[in-house]
């Protein structure tokens, strides 16, 4: 049976990661307090984000970026989204 978290994005018990996405503090955090759901989400929005501002990920400035949108995200805070992005239709 997977393990359950309760989502901090989602604020009720999701199904939890398998293992922290990154190591130290703050892939435990992530680990213990996200759920599978909202880091997929996560990782399309940071793909796009990433696309979208050209970032270069061997900068220390926008690998912080990246790491306070993805606060943000997690936090229901607004967060920078790539421009002109129309989900698809369901």
């Not at 049976?1 to 130290?24: D, H, I, N, W």
């Not at 900068?59 to 229901?76: G, H, I, P, S, T």
Request: net charge negative; hydrophobic share 30%; charged share 25%.
């Amino acid at each position: 049976m997977s393990r359950t978290v309760f989502c901090r994005k989602y604020q009720k018990e999701l199904e939890g990661l398998a293992m922290p996405p990154m190591p130290g503090p703050k892939g435990q955090d992530i680990y213990e307090n996200v759920s599978k759901l909202a880091w997929e989400e996560w990782q399309n929005q940071q793909t796009m984000l990433i696309n979208e501002k050209h970032l270069n990920l061997m900068d220390v400035n926008n690998r912080k970026y990246l790491q306070a949108q993805m606060e943000r995200f997690f936090n229901n805070e607004p967060f920078d989204q790539a421009e002109g992005y129309v989900p698809p239709e369901k």
